[in-house]
């Protein structure tokens, strides 16, 4: 057998500890990248630390796959208590690592406070993950949830809500029509906007914000009289173009007639 020199172990150890704190973020990035490679117990309490005050996106995002990689047994319970720490982005990475764990008994964990959290970050990753763990049974409770927070925040946040109400599928198409007429117009535009999106995501989002706007402005039927107007614009400028076309290309055989005669 043999023998395992536990000092160097644990020098080890304090190393890599040490260099997730480091100034450099490629430092920490890659004392991240080493912590899950290697995955061990002793480093999850600083792994679950560093989450709450990393700056930099990607070490945070190695620091999330290092936790994963620890046995969920030990890591789900320490990941739950930050959910309730004053740190914002302790919360928000909590939520994120629960995510990539997509464990489905930890459902239970989403609270509407979080749903609701004032912290446009953390809310907007509780509704990610909430859409990922939710429960089919209870879908159609979450959409009626997540509609509390349609017009809140600027364009990304408002993305982030529409991209979770389409992954959450049919069911949030009533909810939707209802919210499409409520008397706050950022409301009803950003309800139009997704269910634009949910019937064809290829749509861009900026774009459906845009026609939703118009329609909550010039009211459904204005709009849809002024898109029609449009497009019939818009087709006889085609049949316009298409005869100035054939006029000028009569032209041109005509001019070589006389051309070819002379």
Same mark, same amino acid.
Do not use: Y
């Given at each position: 057998? #043999?023998?395992?020199?536990?000092?160097?172990?644990?020098?080890?150890?304090?190393?890599?500890? !040490? +260099?997730?704190?480091?100034?450099?973020?490629?430092?920490?990035?890659?004392?991240?990248?080493?912590?899950?490679?290697? $995955?061990? $117990?002793?480093?999850?309490?600083?792994?679950?630390?560093?989450? @709450?005050?990393?700056?930099?996106?990607?070490?945070?995002?190695?620091?999330?796959?290092?936790?994963?990689?620890?046995?969920?047994?030990?890591?789900?319970?320490?990941?739950?208590?930050?959910?309730?720490? *004053?740190?914002?982005?302790?919360?928000?990475?909590?939520?994120?690592?629960?995510?990539?764990? !997509?464990?489905? %008994?930890?459902?239970?964990?989403?609270?509407?406070?979080?749903?609701?959290?004032?912290?446009?970050?953390?809310?907007?990753?509780?509704?990610?993950? @909430?859409?990922?763990? #939710?429960?089919?049974?209870?879908?159609?409770?979450?959409?009626?949830?997540?509609?509390?927070?349609?017009?809140?925040?600027?364009? !990304?946040?408002?993305?982030?809500?529409?991209?979770?109400?389409?992954?959450?599928?049919?069911?949030?198409? $009533?909810?939707?029509?209802?919210? +499409?007429?409520?008397?706050?117009?950022?409301?009803?535009?950003?309800?139009? @906007?997704? *269910?634009?999106?949910?019937?064809? $995501? *290829?749509?861009?989002?900026?774009?459906?914000?845009?026609?939703?706007?118009?329609?909550?402005?010039?009211?459904?039927?204005? +709009?849809?009289?002024? *898109?029609?107007?449009?497009?019939?614009?818009?087709?006889?400028?085609?049949?316009?173009?298409?005869?100035? +076309?054939?006029?000028?290309?009569?032209?041109?055989?005509?001019?070589?007639?006389?051309?070819?005669? %002379?």
């Amino acid at each position: 057998m #043999v023998p395992i020199n536990t000092t160097n172990a644990t020098a080890q150890h304090t190393r890599l500890i !040490n +260099a997730l704190g480091a100034q450099d973020s490629s430092v920490r990035l890659q004392a991240a990248l080493t912590a899950g490679s290697n $995955p061990d $117990p002793v480093f999850l309490e600083t792994l679950v630390e560093r989450c @709450a005050v990393e700056p930099d996106f990607f070490v945070r995002d190695m620091l999330s796959w290092a936790l994963i990689r620890l046995p969920p047994e030990i890591t789900l319970p320490r990941i739950r208590k930050e959910l309730d720490s *004053e740190r914002n982005q302790a919360r928000s990475q909590a939520l994120h690592t629960l995510s990539k764990i !997509n464990d489905k %008994s930890t459902w239970a964990w989403i609270t509407r406070d979080m749903l609701r959290d004032a912290d446009d970050e953390v809310a907007r990753t509780a509704w990610r993950v @909430a859409v990922v763990l #939710v429960p089919e049974d209870e879908r159609k409770g979450l959409a009626e949830e997540l509609v509390l927070q349609l017009g809140r925040g600027n364009r !990304n946040v408002q993305l982030s809500l529409s991209r979770a109400f389409v992954d959450l599928g049919e069911v949030i198409k $009533p909810v939707l029509e209802k919210a +499409a007429s409520h008397p706050d117009a950022d409301v009803a535009a950003h309800a139009r @906007a997704t *269910e634009l999106l949910r019937q064809n $995501p *290829e749509t861009g989002f900026d774009a459906a914000i845009e026609e939703a706007k118009r329609t909550v402005r010039l009211g459904p039927d204005r +709009a849809a009289a002024a *898109e029609a107007a449009a497009a019939g614009i818009r087709a006889g400028e085609t049949t316009e173009s298409a005869a100035g +076309a054939e006029q000028t290309e009569s032209a041109d055989r005509t001019r070589a007639a006389e051309s070819a005669e %002379s």
